[in-house]
């Protein structure tokens, strides 16, 4: 039979591990894996130089394993930073950007990255960036436009 190839294995070998690593569900079956190849007698080093982990990885999920069983190889919570807008902001923001920015004393007539950065501050006291606050728009709907110059009506 003839052996087949994939073309630019090396690449290929690395964008198989970044997918691989990408869901819970894939980096559960990859640790599996891991221990399925330890089990079947490979030693850690060999498991991972094959899965294309470390050592002292493979190491630390057979350990689990040990300890814990099949749960020991599921992914903990990773929470993350916590966020600095509550649902509460979020409402209130959404609900100010339907008024003019004037109402909240801010020198400009339409809502903008830096305006909206400017209301948060004042608001909540919580710093947002420019782009921050133009991610804001888009997730709250609004799209920004430029608004049109009004040409003056002849008498």
């Given at each position: 039979?003839?052996?087949?190839?994939?073309?630019?294995?090396?690449?290929?070998?690395?964008?198989?591990?970044?997918?691989?690593?990408?869901s819970?569900?894939?980096?559960?079956?990859?640790?599996?894996?891991?221990?399925?190849l330890?089990?079947?007698?490979?030693?850690?080093?060999?498991?991972?130089?094959?899965?294309?982990?470390?050592?002292?990885?493979?190491?630390?999920?057979?350990?689990?394993f040990?300890?814990?069983?099949?749960?020991?190889l599921a992914?903990?919570?990773r929470?993350?930073?916590?966020?600095?807008?509550?649902?509460?902001?979020?409402?209130?923001?959404?609900n100010?950007?339907?008024?003019?920015?004037r109402?909240?004393?801010?020198?400009?007539?339409?809502?903008?990255?830096?305006?909206?950065?400017?209301f948060?501050?004042?608001?909540?006291?919580v710093?947002?960036?420019v782009?921050?606050?133009?991610?804001?728009?888009?997730?709250?709907?609004?799209?920004f436009?430029?608004?049109?110059?009004?040409?003056?009506k002849?008498?």
């Open positions: 039979m003839k052996q087949l190839n994939i073309s630019d294995a090396e690449t290929m070998v690395l964008a198989l591990q970044d997918e691989i690593r990408r819970q569900e894939a980096r559960y079956d990859h640790r599996l894996h891991a221990i399925l330890v089990a079947q007698g490979l030693s850690c080093p060999d498991a991972a130089r094959l899965l294309g982990d470390s050592t002292r990885t493979v190491q630390y999920w057979v350990n689990r040990e300890e814990m069983g099949f749960a020991g992914d903990s919570d929470p993350g930073r916590t966020k600095k807008l509550t649902e509460y902001h979020i409402e209130e923001i959404n100010a950007l339907r008024r003019s920015p109402e909240f004393n801010l020198t400009t007539n339409t809502w903008n990255g830096k305006a909206l950065s400017e948060i501050k004042n608001q909540f006291n710093e947002f960036s782009r921050q606050c133009q991610r804001l728009f888009r997730q709250l709907g609004f799209r436009r430029k608004p049109r110059p009004v040409i003056a002849s008498g």
